[in-house]
DNA sequence: TTGTACGCGTTATCAG
DNA sequence: CTGATAACGCGTACAA
């Protein structure tokens, strides 16, 4: 009884049943999948044949355990729900399908100083190589990532000096291009409104470039910086809140072209008119920003490129063995209608609008 | 030398190795990970602290090939780069992960003609049960779907017929209901942007609403509808053509808030007034839809939550065998400023104005 | 309550 | 070029 339970199982079993079924030994069945050159052309055929048939294909778990490679990449990243953040990894991942490779998508929030868990989850799961987004903050990953040698790359953030190879652009750059063009104009009296700067490398380094310019320049602002989540109605509420606070404010560099589109709707109902009144840029160049009233000024990030290059990088490392090293991309500053000379006066509000309309009903 | 070598890769081992470390049996070791309530809590307790000195987690490979449960589940969506379903996967993974799962994600285009790999590459990854978003049009899945029996839910369309259960709403009724508020405003010419059509269910039901509406109604604009990319300028590009083509519209239906924004954007461009001169409604509901100029009437999709009742309906059939039963959700119609009665006369384009400026220059 | 022994499905290794 | 054999790391009957 035994043994004919067994040699059911046997049948049932992936390789060893397609190697009963071909009439050959299990090894020359996982041979015909994972190194066919070794295989007789027409014995490898017959296998493919009746593997075909039986619907079979190699399980990736016994395969993972027994070659200790999963196949699989893991990605942190601080949110799905944000435009900039998906673009990336969708050209990652489809780059590293291309090899064979499947991405596990985490979101970890924006503050990097606790990702460890999420970091933690990803080897668990078996990760061969990580992406990362911003500057590694946590001890724990740090002291991790430096014991463990798992191919790593850090985007978003170009970071030459960090132990972890980087695939960004400069954001320090990036801020001080847009406040030059702002002063190139001839503004003197700036506002920032920027996103989450707890364990967030990149608004704390375009926060840096903002205030740094603004004392190179004997300028005004430095205490101007606004932190919010990018929620339309945060942005507002910045925007309402720093015209109150600082009416001489001429120009508002928005960190996110979300906070852009708000500030020009605030704007808008508020009477203050863009740029005439009030110089306002972004950051991210969404597919929407050449569509707002008036077009946006804003930089544009390589999002996709990013997740193309890390993914090569990453493959490389872990085909290759090719040692990863940082590559920094180029941020652009597309220039459009929503920057412009500041006013000479004051700020006047003209037609305020009141509040946007509550929704009026369901149906 | 063989000896020794075996005992420093006992020694390096997971369970074996805080099994010598905290002086018991591997097996006991497993326990206390798996069944700690039938070891000794002294014991227990000890295993633990040493594991955990160890750094040591159970190897989710390993674990998976023994026990046959990968604790994966797959979601195929078609794109991340759109809000609506990166909200909704959000959701699902969170509430996923509060049970220890970990979601793959893969993005299948809006064709769900040709989803098979995708659906196949989840599966062969270890995916115990399966989000996908609306019907099934691919026979492959069809017929594994029907022979392999691995918990699977729809989203974003509520299909009560269907084999696969669903958790989504009705987008006949939507749809309708958008028709019904602009009759009601007196409306009797419309024209519908909408998303790609092949194999994409949620956009041919909507297209059926619309034109059975405007059947039962004898209204005009049957053969008005622009299937477009989910891309700005596309949404542009469709307005401008709607009105050149067909003047007489005064209602246009759009079938995701990009559209509308895109419309809106054109609109401005071309002189037409919001509502005055045309009426415009989106889809979705997102973020910005309430601070665009008029604040846009929409449909409200209930995103996140289909995410998570998906991922309740999963876990469920997963861990406890219920089986799975269609839901269906509401989407609510949110009234806003972009509707209203209209126009008397003929379309009057206004102050035209050029196509938004190209970028200008980089920096 | 704990230990022993086996097998999950595959691939690496070595022999032929 | 092919076959036999032994792991990969864990969970679980079964025995103690």
Wanted: aromatic residues 6%; hydrophobic residues 45%.
């Amino acid at each position: 009884m035994v043994r004919v339970a067994r040699n059911k199982d046997r049948q049932r079993n992936g390789v060893a049943a397609v190697a009963a079924a071909a009439g050959v030994s299990p090894a020359t069945v996982s041979r015909a999948f994972n190194l066919p050159e070794l295989v007789n052309e027409d014995v490898r055929k017959r296998i493919l044949d009746v593997a075909a048939g039986m619907n079979y294909s190699p399980n990736p778990v016994a395969r993972a355990l027994r070659s200790r490679k999963t196949h699989i990449v893991g990605a942190a990243i601080p949110t799905l729900d944000y435009a900039i953040f998906a673009r990336m990894i969708d050209s990652f991942q489809d780059r590293f399908a291309e090899s064979g490779y499947t991405t596990i998508v985490l979101t970890t929030g924006f503050d990097n100083r606790r990702t460890y868990d999420k970091v933690r989850l990803l080897i668990d799961r078996g990760a061969e190589a990580l992406l990362l987004v911003g500057a590694v903050e946590d001890p724990e990953v740090q002291a991790y990532l430096r014991t463990a040698s798992i191919p790593t790359v850090t985007t978003y953030s170009a970071l030459p000096d960090e132990m972890v190879p980087s695939v960004g652009f400069d954001n320090y750059a990036a801020t001080t291009a847009v406040m030059d063009h702002l002063i190139g104009l001839g503004h003197r009296s700036f506002a920032m409104i920027a996103g989450p700067v707890e364990g967030n490398d990149r608004q704390r380094t375009r926060i840096a470039a903002y205030r740094d310019r603004i004392a190179a320049g004997k300028l005004d602002g430095s205490d101007r910086v606004f932190s919010r989540p990018y929620i339309m109605d945060a942005g507002c509420e910045a925007l309402t809140m720093l015209l109150a606070e600082h009416p001489g404010t001429t120009a508002v560099i928005c960190n996110s072209d979300i906070f852009a589109f708000a500030a020009l709707a605030e704007c808008r109902r508020l009477g203050v008119r863009v740029p005439q009144d009030l110089s306002i840029t972004g950051f991210d160049d969404f597919d929407y920003a050449s569509r707002l009233d008036p077009p946006l000024t804003t930089m544009a990030v390589p999002a996709a490129e990013m997740g193309r290059i890390a993914a090569d990088m990453l493959r490389r490392a872990l085909v290759e063995g090719t040692p990863t090293r940082a590559i920094e991309l180029e941020a652009r500053l597309v220039l459009r209608g929503s920057t412009g000379q500041p006013r000479k006066g004051l700020l006047t509000l003209r037609d305020a609008v009141p509040a946007p309309s509550r929704p009026r009903a369901g149906s």
